[in-house]
């Protein structure tokens, strides 16, 4: 064998995969569930009766937790089907940058530069209105296969 080292240029995440497999029968309203390769949040579901040859359906209606649009799916109920992580996580907001992207503090202490303001016009007046007052607000990040974006809004009071 030979004696030199190797080093390796990690450029991937630790393996982690962005869905979960998840029988399609057992999803219920209000879970979620991957639609043309979009993160959805079920808003209905409707299950047909099983067919002289097999399968119950089961009808998907989900609402896209990124774009807010509305999609729709139909699938053997016996089948698996995609189920994404998702995570919502508080940062506490620091600033709001000219070309729309805020500065967030993590709970280790260091800051988030990456996320741009939410493109829902109420939030974002909320978030540019209290943080204007100088109020101390944290907001709360929707984060799901790959892409996160600010969903919420809490003020914990003045600075």
Do not use: W
């Not at 808003?43 to 990124?66: L, P, Q, R, W």
């Not at 649009?69 to 995570?87: G, I, M, Q, R, Y």
Request: aromatic share 6%.
């Amino acid at each position: 064998m030979s004696d030199e080292e190797h080093h390796f240029e990690s450029k991937a995440d630790a393996g982690a995969s962005k869905t979960y497999p998840q029988q399609a029968g057992t999803i219920r309203k209000n879970g979620y569930i991957v639609i043309k390769g979009r993160p959805c949040k079920v808003v209905e579901v409707s299950t047909s009766k099983t067919g002289k040859h097999g399968h119950a359906k089961c009808h998907f209606v989900g609402i896209d937790i990124f774009t807010g649009k509305k999609l729709e799916d139909v699938l053997p109920s016996s089948h698996n089907c995609d189920v994404p992580h998702v995570n919502r996580t508080d940062y506490q907001l620091i600033d709001i940058s000219e070309d729309g992207f805020v500065s967030l503090l993590t709970e280790n202490g260091n800051t988030k530069d990456d996320l741009r303001l939410p493109t829902d016009d109420n939030l974002l007046t909320q978030i540019k209105d209290g943080f204007a007052e100088g109020k101390d607000l944290v907001v709360s990040v929707m984060s799901a296969m790959g892409e996160e974006q600010i969903c919420g809004l809490k003020d914990i009071g003045p600075k």
